[in-house]
Every structure is written in structure tokens, then in C-alpha cells.
């Protein structure tokens, strides 16, 4: 037997993970070292729920009601408010929540604002 046989059967093995031996495997780089995750995944997750929400919302009571009855019970789409809320309170899920409630208000504050200025330009320029 030669010298190179002996090493290549004494070969130290790689360690076995407490996960892989369960049978679970264990999470990508991605989501659990990279730093910016949580806060992009939350704050487009904010964004999407600003803009699917309350229209798929409307869509729903549209199909369901006729118009005055969906007219009347659309406010009831900020009940949906209590799934940040929600988020925020647990503290595993906190950061992602609040990433969150940042991508709702931010994209309440740009689609307001530009809807403002553009009224006001058709009001003083278009009139």
C-alpha cells in the first residue's frame, strides 16, 4: 500500500451539521447572513400591499355587493393594517414589520404627492 492510499483513506471527512443530520437543510447565505433581506423583502412587501390591498379589496366587495354596499363597507380595507401592526409587536418578525410600515407610508406619501401635484397643475394650467 502506498504512501497516497494511506491519506486518501485517513482523509479527514468534513463536519456534519446539527441540521443536515436532522434531515432539514439549513437556510441559504442569502437569507441568513445578508444584511439587507429582511428590509427589502419588508419594504417592497409594504409597497405591494399599498397597491394589491385595497384593490383587490374593492374587486372582492365589487363581486359580491352591489355598488352602494361595497361603496359603505370599503373602509373596512384598514382592518388590514393589523398585519404590520401585528409584525411589529412580535419581536421575531419586529425589523421586517417595520420595513414594512416604511414601504406603506412611503408609497402612500409618493402616490399622494404626485396625484396632489398633478391636480394642481390641471387646476391652474389646464382650466
Known amino acids: 500500500m502506498s504512501t497516497d492510499q494511506e491519506h486518501a483513506e485517513q482523509a479527514p471527512q468534513p463536519p456534519q451539521q446539527p441540521e443536515a443530520e436532522a434531515g432539514q437543510r439549513p ?5 441568513r ?12 412587501s409594504g409597497l405591494a400591499f399599498v397597491i394589491v390591498v385595497p384593490g383587490l379589496f374593492a374587486a372582492v366587495l365589487g363581486l359580491l355587493f ?7 363597507l370599503f373602509p373596512f380595507v384598514l382592518v388590514t393594517l393589523a398585519i404590520p401592526v401585528g409584525l411589529v409587536i412580535v419581536p421575531r418578525t419586529r425589523r421586517f414589520g417595520i420595513y414594512m410600515l416604511i414601504g406603506m407610508v412611503t408609497t402612500a406619501l409618493v402616490v399622494g404627492g404626485v396625484s396632489g401635484v398633478v391636480l394642481w397643475y390641471m387646476v391652474n394650467y389646464r382650466s
Open 27 to 31: 437556510p441559504d447565505w442569502w437569507h
Open 33 to 44: 447572513d445578508h444584511p439587507t433581506f429582511t428590509a427589502l423583502t419588508g419594504f417592497f
Open 66 to 72: 352591489d355598488y352602494h354596499t361595497a361603496e359603505d
